[in-house]
């Protein structure tokens, strides 16, 4: 964690889908520079807070500030919100009848409205850096999952966002594409970018994380950083969840 500063502040967060309550009560908070990882059984609420932080998804009570900021219940001025806010889908939405370069191009020319030839260095200077630099030419359906999750990535990063949002970005992945993308996660962290991941790579987890989150119907069940959590965790549920893993937990 490079900065003390809190850059992500939730509140109270109520989420419902009718009478099913998402997230009760939620409260968050998230340093500059700092990777906090989501993790909990499927269902317990993770995407949709990160959907509910990126305005994709209404709440019904609770508030969200970005910065200081308040983001939350501002849904005629959240395209500028998200702005600020990059996440990568498990999906990579890319648009397949651009080549990967005009997809790149698209949310930066057009709805930042910055120089081309600017944001093309930036955006060849990226795809350099995650190795796809010669597939800028190239179609969607002409790379692999791993390739367009990697674009997905660069696509969001050349937004120029203060925070990153990751939702199981590797779940549609085959085994050997996960590593390429898992990898340049690992680098933007290193560099200090403020991310939350929401994962079932315990290992990658481990080895990311400034603090682990661990979710379970809703709640925030338990919180510490990656050592702690994982060669001790606190509470029985999350023993139980961990379990389920190869690696070991010392109890």
């Known amino acids: 964690m490079s900065q003390e500063k809190s850059l992500l502040e939730i509140a109270d967060l109520n989420k419902r889908y009718d009478q099913h309550q998402v997230l009760k009560q939620l409260s968050l908070k998230v340093k500059q520079g700092e990777v906090v990882v989501i993790i909990g059984p499927s269902g317990c609420g993770k995407s949709t807070l990160l959907r509910c932080i990126n305005g994709l998804e209404a709440i019904q009570s609770g508030s969200i500030h970005l910065n200081g900021e308040k983001i939350s219940h501002r849904q005629k001025d959240m395209h500028l919100v998200r702005q600020k806010i990059g996440m990568v889908f498990q999906s990579y939405d890319l648009f397949p009848h651009l080549s990967i370069i005009d997809n790149l191009l698209l949310g930066p020319v057009k709805a930042q409205r910055r120089n081309k030839q600017e944001v093309i260095q930036e955006a060849e200077a990226l795809l350099t850096r995650v190795g796809l630099l010669d597939k800028k030419d190239a179609y969607p359906r002409q790379l692999s999952g791993g390739q367009k999750q990697r674009v997905a990535i660069v696509r969001s990063l050349l937004m120029q966002p203060e925070l990153m949002l990751f939702d199981e970005?590797?779940?549609?992945?085959?085994?050997?594409?996960?590593?390429?993308?898992?990898?340049?996660?690992?680098?933007?962290?290193?560099?200090g970018s403020t991310m939350i991941i929401v994962t079932h790579e315990m290992q990658f987890a481990r080895a990311v994380a400034d603090r682990i989150i661990f979710m379970d119907k809703g709640e925030i069940i338990e919180e510490n950083q990656p050592n702690e959590f994982f060669n001790q965790p606190c509470t029985e549920r999350a023993k139980q969840f961990l379990n389920m893993f190869e690696f070991s937990v010392v109890i």
């Open 169 to 191: 970005v590797t779940a549609a992945l085959d085994p050997e594409m996960v590593r390429e993308v898992l990898d340049v996660m690992l680098e933007l962290a290193k560099e």
